[in-house]
Nanobody, 123 residues
Framework: QVQLVESGGGLVQAGGSLRLSCAAS????????VGWFRQGPGKEREFVAV????????YYADFVKGRFTISRDNAENTVFLQMASLKPEDTAVYYC????????????????WGQGTQVTVSS
């Protein structure tokens, strides 16, 4: 089992920044990638970004390219999502998830999920 705990969400004005953290514990050697997904009000959960745990390869959804940066601290088993130039449409619950596969944008490829952290961007 892998346990994931997100933190860092909150309320921010449009144009502002936030940094989310995802702390992993348990059988952390069992996954190859950690991704961020989000679910806005009345919307389906969507892929945001992913990083491979070993190689550090990254991939982003088009709507966050140039604004969000995913990174990792292997020693601390923590993945970060630095979010800048936030927009009201970025308002959502953000979830981190771990996959035994390589970097993937597909929801069903992720076996372990955190509880989510709320990000609210005001206009």
């Amino acid at each position: 089992q892998v346990q994931l705990v997100e933190s860092g969400g909150g309320l921010v004005q449009a144009g502002g920044s936030l940094r989310l953290s995802c702390a992993a514990s348990g059988r952390t050697f069992s996954y190859n990638a950690v991704g961020w997904f989000r679910q806005g009000p009345g919307k389906e959960r969507e892929f945001v970004a992913v990083i491979s745990w070993r190689g550090g390869n990254t991939y982003y959804a088009d709507f966050v390219k140039g604004r969000f940066t995913i990174s990792r601290d292997n020693a601390e088993n923590t993945v970060f999502l630095q979010m800048a130039s936030l927009k009201p449409e970025d308002t959502a619950v953000y979830y981190c998830a771990a996959s035994p596969l390589a970097t993937s944008t597909i929801y069903s490829h992720y076996l372990y999920w955190g509880q989510g952290t709320q990000v609210t961007v005001s206009s």
